[in-house]
């Protein structure tokens, strides 16, 4: 990783209170150029310069880290649905490597890339890719309500990504969606789909990656199993959500 893009991580990563070791230096790197180097042979990411992967991909999943306390504890099982180009399960497995975490993502290619990524940092205990839609994935019964915390950093509105997310939560587990400096307005039009769901917001983080990058980190505590109907069939949530 250049100097500078490294400077901007580990500035970063100490500005939110997280301890970068210079070890973790490597794997970064290699993450980087292995995704700038995929991504001129499939879309995998608009962010093409290593300055901006450092600030919009890596350090802005790991800044989560310190607002999900619980992610500490031994024997945590997190599911990345959506997960893309990886982010932000592959940087918090980096960060905490006790964590389990399956990496979900509907899109072959991006299963592809992610399975030479993780050959390719050696991490391979306790981390898994699954190429599958959320919706079916959640009616399995190794997936459903089988998850510590869910989390999603995709795009999708808040009550979209909750019917994705929650059956993938046991109950007392978390879903975290990772949402723009302004969700205030988004959460609000999410309350009757999270009680559907079986849900409450527990509480709404703001803060800064960089100082012109604001985030948003919604927590949502599941309360009770949610009904066997959700998620409906594939394509349904966003067509007709809740």
Known sequence: MENAAWHLLFQGARDAGITLELEKRNLYEKYGEMLMDWNQRM????????????????????AVLPRIPEIQRPGIRLVDVGTGAGF??????????????LLLDSLAKRIGFLNALLKELDVREGIQTRHDRA???ARDPVCRE????????AVAGLPVLA??????????GLFAAMKGPDAGAEVHLALSALKELGAEVERVDSYYIDKNLGRSLVLIRKKRHTPAYYPR????????PL
Not at 45 to 55: L, Q
Not at 146 to 153: G, L, P
Not at 233 to 240: E, L, S, V
């Open 88 to 101: 932000p399960g592959v940087p918090f497995k980096i960060q905490q490597p006790q964590l389990y975490v």
């Open 163 to 172: 019917e994705y997310c929650l059956p993938f939560v046991r109950v007392g």
């Open 43 to 62: 879309n995998l990411t608009a962010i093409e310069d290593m300055e901006s992967i450092a600030v919009k991909h890596f350090l802005d999943s790991i």
């Open 146 to 153: 089988c998850f510590d915390i869910a989390i999603a950093r």
């Open 233 to 240: 069939k594939a394509g349904i949530p966003a067509r007709k």
């Open 135 to 137: 919706e079916d994935a």
